[in-house]
């Protein structure tokens, strides 16, 4: 039994067995509020206190999702809806529910694209962490037009905007007031999510206010969520429009959360169904944590660039495919089809489509066909580029070249880690993914710590490069300040500082055939130097 500032929970003990045949025992605390139930009045409001219980309260069982159903078909990650009210809670394991263990706490936000995912999965349990010696939260947020839908009454009555976001403020309120009764040492918390989750701590790491809630964070595949508030108003008016109301609480107050469910596609703009759908977005994330000057008073990128937790340590990545699935619906459809006139006609250059095209084929990969060649692309605009663009901001390098937004900033580069950065014959180039099948001469260069970003991530400002001798996957480093944890990779880039290229580009096959009506290739997004509209201009002295 523990004892929370709301009340007693009793939970239960486990036993893991590791894949080396060891065995440890763990205590689970499942589904603890750590606010009150967002439902009437507090359905739009920001997170409030949970009603405290007398006597002990069992927390064997996970709680209530705001997943109410999962939005993919088939979910590829084990995520289950839970019917209930009290959907803002957390779930606890802990090696040692004692007061005066004083662990190490890693807390874990799921992704899901801001509209699905649910903490109650057993992936998110966390026994290995229990096992040596960490204590594991697991949070649960509002979602879509729930969580972050942008109401034009905020302001009135106690609605607010960045309603997820301050869901996760509010849970992290609770573990550092909470967790030393489960184990933990609050001094010594680590955020982490995976996909949208890495999103959302990195959106977390750069806002001001968040900063006394953590100390470290682990970014898996984190997209940027910095929606603007004109993208996320108008995905909001086209949701409550579909659903029959107004954007604003008062009205969508008398919607069911399920409706709004069933019309969450209609953040895009609506396209002729007969027509190939290749979609330009330059937020795909709308219904997403809003850039509202005060909630989220920065985009990631602005607030990394200006320091904001350059004090805490950042493990950031991504994994190799993270959308290459995808488009596989379509694969059939897709069967044949040259890969390079569909992503020009996504908003990529004629140039940046080729050298897709053409990693591909170096990898082998382009005989598995071009939905899995397109979902490939996808992954590394949304996510991969991402992680190479804020590397290298922690890193204290040069921004990568890109079209100069409103605020000052250079936007992302436009291409994956292993590809030139944009359309500039100057393009700022990252390190590739291993495991190449085919080494050019291009993959012989002698490896370099300063022509690219490295995929042992720099998680400070001034942190040095380390070689690959100290620097492997899953080990830190010691640098002057904080440690660089990541793994080495071949430096492979494709273009050198003048611009050529070292080995000839291959031409481009034709197209069998015209796209199939019907498919719908989500690329380019949130990557508006990719769009024909915009032009990037060569860095002076690049």
Known sequence: MVTTDSGAVRGAWHEHTSADGRTSRHAVFRGIPFAAAPVGQLRFAAPQPPVAWDGVRDATQFGPTPQRISPYNPPRVPEPSIPGEETLNVSVTTPDPSASAGLPVLVYIHGGGFIGGSPASPWYVGEAFARDGVVTAVLSYRLGFEGFAWLADAGRDGVVNNRGVLDWLFGLEWVQRNIAAFGGDP?????????????????????????????????????DASSPVEATAEATRRVAQASGCEPTAESASRVHEDVFFAH????????????????????????????????????????????????????????????????????????????????????????????????????????????????????????????????????????????????????????????????????????????????????????????????????????????PSTATAGRPSSTDRMPVIGAWSRHTGCRSASGTRSTPRPPPHPAERPAPSGLTLIFASAHPELHPSHRVKRRSGA
Do not use: N, Y
């Open 264 to 467: 969450r596609e209609a953040v895009d703009s609506p396209r002729d169904p007969s027509q190939p759908r290749i979609i330009f977005k330059d937020a795909p994330l709308a219904l997403a944590p809003c850039v509202d000057g005060e909630v989220c008073e920065q985009t990631v990128s602005d607030a990394l660039a200006a320091g904001v937790g350059a004090d805490k340590r950042l493990f950031i990545g991504s994994t190799a495919h993270e959308f290459t699935m995808m488009l596989s619906p379509s694969r059939q459809q897709l069967a044949g089809l040259d890969p390079v006139p569909l992503l020009v006609e996504a908003g990529a250059s004629e140039e940046l489509a080729r050298d897709v095209v053409e990693d591909a084929r170096e990898r082998g990969e382009l005989e598995r066909g071009t939905a899995w060649v397109l979902g490939q692309a996808i992954s590394d605009v949304i996510f991969r580029s991402c992680v190479a663009h804020w590397a290298q901001t922690r890193k204290g390098g040069p921004a990568p070249p890109g079209r100069t937004t409103s605020g000052g900033s250079r936007a992302r580069p436009t291409s994956r880690a292993r590809r030139t950065a944009s359309t500039s014959p100057s393009a700022w180039t990252c390190c590739p993914r291993r495991g190449s099948r085919r080494r050019s001469d291009r993959s012989r260069r002698r490896r370099s710590p300063t022509s690219c970003t490295p995929t042992g991530w720099a998680s400070s400002a001034t942190a040095r490069w380390t070689p």
């Open 187 to 223: 001094s010594r918390v680590t955020i982490a999510g995976q996909s949208a989750g890495g999103a959302a701590v990195m959106r977390l790491l750069t806002m001001p206010s968040a900063q006394h809630l953590f100390q470290g964070v682990l970014a898996l595949s984190p997209a």
